[in-house]
């Protein structure tokens, strides 16, 4: 079954083969969480930074049906051209696979991708989370439920503002999920790099990260490892400049009537064109700084297998 889905990129192969750093990458982001060009761009530029710090990129997406675990550059732009690709999480990949469908695959759709391929971690923009008004919309994203169960570390910059920051964090927490606040006593929010709430846990270097990724295995203790790097100061948008975009968003949502896997999207693009594209140069340079930070761990827990 898994030769039959999985399709691995010669590059991946020998990569696995030889027991290299990998970093896998979500394509949710470029199919759907920004525009063109600027998607391709970032898609390129995000497994160039992997390869200079000496590991092996991997995009993850589905094409024709087929599980693609690292994408040659024409499969890269055609989905980044693409307008009709379905957005996959765990409940939608099987679907697609059946149907030969195009699709991509958000933090929870790669998370079990990569760990299906082998791969132990993964760099992303921001995770998916508890939506504000969740208590009666019962909108929670299904990234974290596949942080509670599947052993991929994932290096993100926190959740966006526009959640419902808390009660996600609350929610990992219930779930098992440690949170790993990089050089920081707060847990960042995406767009700005604090949110007011303390860090779950606090770590200072790739070493660390990697030692409590190795004690996790030696107890046997199953799920991910959710790594939140803030954004660089100089790419920082304050949390005081966001919060109305972010209201006035969340207004154009409800008054569009968008629900379900609409949501985020929708949200982002408001957020984009309500901030003359300055929120998607934040989230570029967040999702360099994850991508660098994210091949020197896979390094680190190569070097530490040796
Ligand atoms: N954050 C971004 N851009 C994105 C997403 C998050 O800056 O495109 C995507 C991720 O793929 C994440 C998904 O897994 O949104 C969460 O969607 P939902 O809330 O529908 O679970
Ligand atoms: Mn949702």
Not at 172 to 198: K, N
Not at 233 to 253: H, K
Request: glycine letters at 8%.
């Amino acid at each position: 079954m898994k030769g039959t889905v999985l399709e691995v990129d010669p590059r991946v192969r020998s990569a696995l083969d030889a027991g290299e750093p990998i970093v896998a990458l979500e394509s949710t982001i470029v199919a759907h969480g920004m525009p063109f060009p600027q998607n391709l761009e970032t898609a390129r530029n995000l497994e160039a930074i992997v390869r200079a710090r000496g590991a092996t990129p991997a995009t993850i997406a589905v094409l024709d049906g087929q599980i693609r675990i690292g994408l040659d550059d024409a499969s890269l732009e055609r989905l980044a051209r693409a307008t009709n690709v379905r957005k996959l999480s765990r409940a939608d990949l099987a679907y697609a696979v059946a149907r030969g469908e195009n699709g991509a695959t958000t933090v929870a759709a790669t998370m079990y991708c990569a760990h299906l391929a082998g791969i132990a971690v993964f760099a992303t923009g921001g995770i998916g989370g508890v939506h504000r008004g969740a208590e009666t919309t019962f909108d929670v994203s299904a990234d974290l439920y596949e942080l509670a169960r599947t052993d991929v570390t994932v290096v993100c910059a926190g959740a966006k503002a526009l959640l419902d920051v808390p009660k996600t964090l609350e929610l990992l927490e219930t779930l098992g999920v440690p949170v790993l606040c990089f050089q920081s006593d707060e847990f960042p929010a995406f767009w700005s790099r604090s949110s007011g709430l303390a860090a779950p846990l606090r770590v200072d270097g790739v070493p660390e990260i990697a030692a409590v990724v190795a004690a996790r295995r030696a107890l046997n203790v199953s799920g991910g490892v959710l790594v939140a790097n803030p954004v660089p100061a100089d790419a920082e948008i304050p949390s005081a400049e966001m919060e109305p975009l972010i209201a006035q968003a969340l207004a154009d949502a409800r008054d569009a009537g968008i629900v379900g896997k609409r949501v985020t999207p929708f949200l982002l693009g408001r957020i984009l064109t309500l901030s003359d594209g300055r929120s998607l140069r934040t989230n570029v340079a967040l999702a360099e700084a994850n991508a660098r930070l994210a091949a020197e761990l896979a390094r680190a827990l190569c070097e530490g297998r040796a």
